[in-house]
């Protein structure tokens, strides 16, 4: 899976509207996932050992599925 991020709306305010009432992790993972570096980082991560790595570089904690 490729992220990439729209880059063609970054002026637009309508946008972006939603931060206003964004809760402090969605706001870090909007930062975050625009990052190339995490980009490339999260496609390499293939396998159960690189995902822990992925974990571990970015301060990422997931959340148990039900």
Avoid: C
Avoid at 14 to 25: G, L, N, Q, R, T
Wanted: aromatic letters at 14%; glycine letters at 2%; proline letters at 5%.
């Amino acid at each position: 899976m490729r992220m990439k991020p729209d880059s063609s709306r970054w002026r637009d305010p309508h946008a972006y509207a939603f931060v206003k009432d964004a809760a402090a992790d969605v706001i870090a993972w909007e930062f975050l996932r625009r990052n190339p570096d995490y980009q490339r980082d999260f496609t390499a991560s293939r396998t159960t050992k690189a995902m822990r790595e992925l974990r571990k570089r970015w301060g990422l904690q997931f959340r148990r599925q039900a």
